[in-house]
């Protein structure tokens, strides 16, 4: 059934704030003596405080219903990816939320808080609940189903075995396919975009790139503003093939 109403993608031009927030952890690949590294974390600031004034959705329960519908989409996008290559899926094993500091552990390091991460080591995505669940207030669903796009998509590399020398490399891939998710699924009528989204969205985009000055070779590097605005739209428009997956 296509997604209710209720869970189509809304892309305000706040989403930018929002994507800024996102702490993405790249999986981790495995150190030495098959031990797994330790994920590549970036300090990120909390998303702004919230503007009783932004039109956006505000319960639990709803949160957690768009917490569920993006997982269950991105799953049925990749399990038709899959299939279409004749490989068999694996769904992650878990979707963690957490509240603490350090409260679940990736390959022997706690991950922080204002921060969502796939983690190879126990083939998990976990997410700080409190500091989703604000970004969801304020900019709305459009935040949850990125958020899994592109930690769905580090998994997905995982599956893949697609290693890159550098963390960009992998996080400009992860971007682009997540575009080729939202698009791919908007375009099957499992999303919903509403009139001027893909521009806001564009707009958002331009603001999640590195600071000025970070090198592109150095870990934990995602990309520039444009860098991560063309991955993310030669996704969506073309669909996985921008994203050399093979």
């Known amino acids: ?3 209710p ?23 981790p690949q495995q150190g030495p003596a098959g031990q ?3 994920p590549q974390q970036q300090t990120r600031t909390s998303p702004a405080p919230l503007d009783p004034d932004v039109d956006g959705t505000d319960t639990v329960a709803e949160f957690q219903s768009d917490v569920g519908d993006a997982r269950s989409i991105a799953e049925e996008y990749w399990k038709t990816e899959f299939d279409r290559s004749g490989l068999d899926f694996q769904p992650i094993a878990e979707l963690i939320p957490y509240d ?7 390959g022997g390091q706690g991950l922080g ?13 976990a997410y700080d609940a409190q500091w989703a669940f604000g970004a969801f207030r304020q900019i709305g669903d459009a935040f949850i189903f990125y958020l899994l796009g592109h930690e769905y998509a580090h998994a997905i590399q995982r ?20 575009g080729a998710y939202i698009g791919d699924m908007e ?41 991560r ?7 969506y428009s073309d669909s996985l093939k921008p994203c050399n997956l093979s």
Not at 113 to 125: E, H, P, T, V, W
């Open 1 to 3: 059934m296509p997604v």
């Open 5 to 27: 109403h209720r869970n189509r993608l809304v892309i305000p031009a706040l989403l930018g704030a929002a994507l800024i927030a996102l702490g993405c952890v790249a999986a």
């Open 36 to 38: 797994p590294a330790r």
């Open 100 to 106: 603490e500091d350090g409260e679940v552990d990736c």
């Open 113 to 125: 808080l204002n921060n969502a991460a796939y983690c190879s080591a126990g083939d998990f995505i």
């Open 159 to 178: 599956r893949l075995n697609l290693q890159a020398q550098f963390t960009i490399e992998q996080e400009l891939q992860a971007d682009c396919m997540a």
């Open 187 to 227: 375009k099957a009528g499992r999303l919903r975009l509403e009139d001027g989204d893909l521009q806001e969205l564009a707009a958002g985009l331009e603001a999640v790139g590195d600071d000025p000055g970070q090198p592109w070779f150095a870990e934990g590097a995602h990309g520039t503003a444009k860098q």
């Open 229 to 235: 605005t063309r991955a993310f739209s030669n996704g």
